[in-house]
């Protein structure tokens, strides 16, 4: 079988065994499919809100197109950008991870930190702009005038008479868009809150050499989660910001 | 297998049982810790669980409202029995205990891939489990264990906002759980250890953890909106603010339905480790039945539907669902039949295990042929909401997951505690679970099919007397099942007495002491052979070799 691990101390560059497993291999093979599948179940998670978005835009585009437009999409891109490259900055992480410079990888990851905090402060002020136009669900929202406009002409009959009922119901589905775009956004911060969180953590410890083998599987696994946040955003944001 | 395993130990290994100190249980990642960490827990949930359900089977005996006071402590019981049976006991039961237990052993390895991660799923159930209880104690919640909006969302006052977060709390356990198995199996296996030479109780596992890992999280993802929509009062799902109802039946079955399978695909588990056992036969179509296991975790996530027959969908959809459900029974009964074919010409023994079994291979059929009559459009609109439908998923998950649960735990109790336990008591606990439960249940089916509506708390007289003998069934039930835990229990106090392999089984498990050792192997493990290899003529052999000395 295998050759026999012997622990060896974190500075030498060489990764630890854990005893349950047999070899290295096995280990990082492990580590690596865990990520996978944990990702596939985040897939479903956001697929869940994806479906119920679908199912209303489905049944009112008008509604969803009007609050759409209130979404920057200017800093919704430059964002994208943003994230983007934290990705690649993180990529250069792991890369750095397999040739073994220290240096390269705290720098790294630092920059992914940085980019990635970067993304939620511009977040936050687009959040900030939409709650002060009492655009956020709840009992302070109010649909803007010239939206409720566009509604009633969007509904209106041949004979000049709009249904209140479905006014109503347009009115609920413009909401529901801020809902789910509050919803889904705020959870994609909340992972994007918990990666840069990981990302710091690994930065320092990986200077304080506390990792063995230069952390390459756990970095790995962070660097894969952090690529699934990014790919998440992709979709949201033309989901959310640009319906045309 | 590295040197590194054992190279701390001298003189006779300990075995995983031997620390006993509270801190040595709470901080263990062994995984046959953590499964009786889980054993301890669903034990004191299924307890709790069956409480409620016998203050309601009390009140039930007569047609008027008279024992619990109030139609709104009643809707409570019935609601809290489903959420602690469901996301409490049953879902983890068999993968958590007994899954945890064996898998590792199974396929030769020493622990889970991730043995912190699998400590981690504890806590989680227990925070979850714990803000359940917490739940309980102040009143509960009214909505039924299927959350259904608009009326959880808007009209219910009770703790629906809790009960959420606790489900979604423990949904998280699931998800770990699930991902530690599929990892487990795809890279823990011994040299040798094909994937055709797996037990089927790990192909069952192996899909029972690809459902946890895809339909949890939507299972959570709705529950939340659900929350959302209580707390801030947005309309998600209510229809005045332009929602739809109905989204989150859709959303619900989609992990609702599929969940039925996270409960009873653990249960074939077993089962088809005990049939070849106890027939003295290698399984009959081994392919088949591993096969049938991944098709039931595919199929069974596009038939959610048939819950929804009677909510307005499409009759198109409606149609196509039906149809669909119609398949998916295909695959569980290629499973009954080949457990049939298995016993036939076998030399069998009827041990406790094998009786919890056969007990199981009939209910389980009858859980499952009612399952189609209810996945059959216009037969459904007439029960839909009955008692035939709370017969049908009895017979199904207590028939059928609980009774394999407890073969299980019989079946296995001489590995996990090094124990025996007296046979005689085994036997009668399963002979009072059988006899209990369709007493029980059976007289569900009728009154469900003579119109008699799912939770309400009072009746017309005319359905008292099956009302009756289901109470009477009830508490047979409850003495058959309190009856394990008693002399399990017991048998504790005795030494060490199992031997190692005292059912003459095939299977790793069975190569090793009884309790196994901390690391579980002291060699590398090299599988050569398949599964199941028992033989019937040497079974019989020495059973005239056994006949002949007695009588000598
Ligand atoms: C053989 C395949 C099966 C078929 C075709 C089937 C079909 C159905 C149908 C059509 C319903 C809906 C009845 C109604 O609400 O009017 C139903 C309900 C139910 N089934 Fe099954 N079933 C099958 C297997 C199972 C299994 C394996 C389980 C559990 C382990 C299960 C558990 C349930 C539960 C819990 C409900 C009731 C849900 C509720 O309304 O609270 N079924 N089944
Ligand atoms: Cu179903």
């Known amino acids: 079988m295998h050759t026999p691990s012997t622990s060896t101390a974190p500075d030498s560059g060489r990764q630890i065994l854990l005893s349950h497993f047999d070899d290295l291999e096995q280990q990082n093979l492990s580590s690596t499919l865990g990520m996978w599948f944990f990702l596939v179940s985040e897939v479903m998670f956001f697929s869940g809100l994806i479906a119920a978005y679908a199912v209303y835009r489905g049944l009112s585009p008008e509604a969803f197109h009007l609050a759409s437009r209130h979404m920057d999409k200017w800093w919704g891109f430059a964002n994208t950008l943003v994230l983007l490259t934290s990705s690649l900055t993180m990529a250069l992480a792991v890369r750095a991870t397999q040739t073994g410079d220290r240096r390269a990888i705290v720098r790294n990851l630092l920059w992914t930190a940085v980019l990635g905090s970067a993304f939620l402060g511009v977040k936050v002020f687009e959040w900030k702009a939409e709650i002060d136009h009492h655009l956020f669900p709840g009992k302070h929202f109010v649909v803007p005038d010239h939206d409720e406009e566009h509604l009633k002409e969007y509904l209106e009959k041949t004979d000049g008479h709009v249904d209140p009922v479905k006014l109503e119901r347009e009115k609920g589905r413009f909401q529901l868009m801020f809902v789910l775009y509050f919803f889904m956004t705020g959870v994609h911060a909340f992972h994007m809150i918990v990666g840069i969180a990981a990302v710091v953590l690994f930065a320092l410890l990986t200077h304080f050499k506390w990792f063995s083998g230069y952390g390459q599987t756990q970095t790995e696994s962070l660097g894969l989660y952090w690529h699934f946040v990014d790919v998440v955003w992709v979709f949201l944001y033309p989901l959310l910001y640009l319906i045309e | ?552």
Not at chain 2, 61 to 77: A, F, K, W
Not at chain 2, 212 to 226: D, G, N
Not at chain 2, 359 to 366: D, N, Q, S, Y
């Open chain 2, 1 to 552: 297998m590295s040197a590194s395993a054992q190279a701390h130990h001298d003189g006779p290994p300990a075995d995983y049982l031997s620390e006993s100190t509270v801190k040595s249980w709470l901080l263990t990642t062994d995984h046959k810790r953590v499964g009786i960490l889980y054993l301890i827990s669903v034990t004191i949930f299924f307890i709790a669980g069956g409480v409620l359900a016998g203050l309601m089977r009390l009140e039930l005996m007569t047609p008027r409202g008279d024992v619990l006071g109030s139609p709104d402590t009643y809707n409570r019981m019935f609601t809290m029995h489903g959420v602690i049976m469901i996301f409490f006991f049953l879902v983890p039961a068999i993968p958590s205990v007994l899954g945890n237990f064996l898998l590792p052993l199974m396929i030769g390895a020493r622990d889970l891939a991730f043995p912190k991660i699998n400590l981690l799923s504890w806590y989680v159930y227990m925070v979850g489990g714990i803000m359940g209880v917490w739940i309980l104690m102040h009143g509960g919640i009214d909505t039924g264990w299927t959350f259904y909006t608009p009326f959880s969302s808007m009209y219910s006052n009770s703790m629906v906002l809790t009960a959420a977060v606790a489900v979604f709390i423990t949904g998280f356990s699931s998800i770990l759980t699930g991902l530690n198995f599929i990892v487990t199996v795809h890279t823990m296996r011994a040299p040798g250890m094909t994937w055709f030479r797996m037990p089927l109780f790990v192909w069952s596992h192996y899909a029972t953890a690809l459902i946890m890992v895809l339909a949890t999280p939507v299972l959570a993802i709705s529950i939340v909106l659900v929350g959302l929509e209580k707390f801030f009062g947005v309309g998600v799902f209510d229809p005045r603010l332009g929602g739809d109802p109905v989204l989150f039946q859709h959303l619900f079955w989609f992990y609702s339905h599929p969940a039925v399978y996270i409960m009873v695909l653990p249960g074939f588990a077993v089962i088809s480790e005990i049939i070849p056992c106890f027939a003295r036969r290698p399984i009959f179509g081994y392919r088949f039945v591993a096969f049938a296991s991944v098709a039931i975790a595919i199929f069974g996530f596009l038939v959610w539907g048939h819950h929804m027959f009677v909510s307005g969908q499409s009759m198109y959809a409606g149609a196509v669902f039906s149809i669909l459900s119609f398949l998916v029974a295909i695959p569980s009964a290629i499973k009954v039949f080949n457990w049939t074919a298995t016993l036939y010409k076998g030399s069998l023994s009827f041990d406790t295990p094998m009786l919890y079994a056969l007990g199981f291979m009939g209910l389980f059929t009858i859980g499952g042929l009612t399952g189609l009559m209810l996945a059959s459009l216009a037969l459904d609109v007439h029960v839909h909401d009955t008692y035939f439908v709370v017969a049908h998923f009895h017979y199904i998950m207590v028939g059928g997951t609980v009774m394999a649960y407890l073969g299980g735990i019989h079946f296995w109790w001489p590995k996990i505690s090094g124990r025996t336990y007296p046979e005689i008591w085994g036997k009668l606990s399963a002979l009072l679970v059988f006899v209990g439960f369709n007493l029980t249940f059976f007289p569900q089916f009728l009154l469900g099919y003579l119109g008699m509506p799912r939770r309400y708390f009072e009746y017309r007289p005319e359905f008292q007397v099956l009302n009756v003998m289901s109470t009477a069934g009830a508490t047979v039930l409850a003495v058959g099942m309190l009856m394990p835990m008693i002399y399990l229990g017991l048998s504790l106090r005795q030494p060490k007495n199992a031997g190692d392999n005292p059912w003459g089984a095939t299977g790793l498990e069975w190569q090793i002491e009884s309790p196994p050792t901390t690391h579980n192997f002291h060699e590398p493990v090299l599988v050569t052979c398949e599964p199941y290899l028992y033989s019937p003529e040497e079974a019989e052999r020495e059973y005239a070799h056994a006949q002949h000395v007695h009588s000598a």
